[in-house]
């Protein structure tokens, strides 16, 4: 049977559970971009510079084409791309093709930052010497390299492409390992320079249906290294229970919210990495540390890392 949609009796193309409302074409894309908008408005103000952190994957892709869309006339508020190229033969030639394609296309500043000009090697260099994870590498050191261009590119802000299934993974992961700093670390950003997610109200399955929508250009090739046991499960796990009970997604990370307004954690005192002079709780940071920088240095807190949560 046909599902029409609730707003105007067009086909519809989803039945959105959570809400209870099935949408057409033209009012689910109205429907996500309203909701970007409307997030999006608080977190960024006047004048300011955001870097989009762009992987060429669907999230940061459409994270690109929306922001641009939603800011166009906004004189006050500029945009820019900032992709990192870790060296990751076979995989990142193909999404930064598609990254710059996007750029060139909606007429955006782009910067590519290689990690061998920020650390003098590869991520497949590295991974050949390291007793550290390839994702746990790629995730500290791209932090590190993406913090570092957007300072030098002078912007305020670091736009990332997480969806809500991100952020519902992540903060569930994290209660079940008890890591509590890190479930607030996800909030608090020490001397980085702030992150905002405008996606993170978007499911995944609605993100990936916008782009289809419009024609985004989304590579499909897939990363080597990509092997993220525990999220794959956590993903499973959420994806099951949001089927028996819709809304559990929101609830997770709405939860997560309403918890850190209330609590604030205690600030870890910083001090400056006295290899790259960037902000650390040690001696030296942890990017400098798992590249070649820091091999001699002491490597005890490698124990503490944790794979990134998106790539
Ligand atoms: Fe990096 Fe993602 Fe590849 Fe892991 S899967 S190595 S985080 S790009
Ligand atoms: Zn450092």
């Not at 309203?34 to 997030?39: E, F, L, T, V």
């Not at 994270?63 to 939603?70: A, G, M, N």
């Not at 957007?150 to 994290?174: P, R």
């Not at 890591?179 to 499911?203: E, N, S």
Request: charge should be positive; hydrophobic fraction near 35%; include cysteine.
């Amino acid at each position: 049977m046909t599902m029409l949609c609730d707003r105007c009796l067009h086909q519809a193309v989803i039945y959105q559970r959570y809400s209870g409302v099935h949408l057409c074409r033209e009012h689910f894309v109205r429907d996500v971009e309203r909701r970007i908008k409307k997030d999006t408005r608080k977190m960024v103000e006047g004048g300011d510079r955001i870097a989009v952190a762009l992987s060429g994957g669907k999230d940061s892709t459409l994270l690109l084409y929306v922001l641009s869309e939603i800011f166009e006339k906004r004189r006050d508020i500029e945009i820019l791309a900032i992709t990192i190229d870790e060296g990751i033969r076979g995989y990142r030639e193909h999404t930064i093709r598609v990254a710059k394609n996007m750029t060139k296309n909606l007429g955006i500043e782009h910067i590519i930052t290689p990690f061998r000009d920020r650390y003098d090697t590869t991520l497949d260099e590295l991974v050949r010497t390291s007793d550290v994870g390839p994702c746990t590498l790629c995730g500290v050191l791209r932090r590190g390299a993406l913090n570092w261009t957007a300072k030098e590119a002078s912007a305020d802000k670091i736009a990332t492409g997480h969806n809500l299934d991100d952020e519902a993974q992540t903060v569930l992961m994290n209660y079940l390992r008890g890591d509590v700093k890190r479930l607030f670390r996800q909030k608090r950003r020490d001397d980085f320079i702030p992150r905002i997610k405008p996606l993170k109200g978007i499911p995944e399955k609605e993100v990936a249906l916008y782009g289809f929508i419009k024609g985004l250009d989304v590579d499909l090739h897939e990363c080597p290294y990509a092997t993220q046991a525990l999220r794959s499960e956590m993903r499973e796990l959420i994806n099951d229970y949001e089927v028996k009970h819709p809304g559990t997604k929101y609830a997770l990370v709405r939860g997560f919210e309403e918890i850190s307004n209330i609590i604030t954690y205690p600030e870890v005192q910083l001090s400056r990495c006295k290899i790259c002079g960037e902000p650390t709780s040690n001696d030296v940071c942890m990017a400098c540390l798992l590249s070649a920088n820091g091999s001699r240095e002491n490597n005890t807190h490698k124990s503490k890392l944790r794979p990134t949560s998106q790539c």
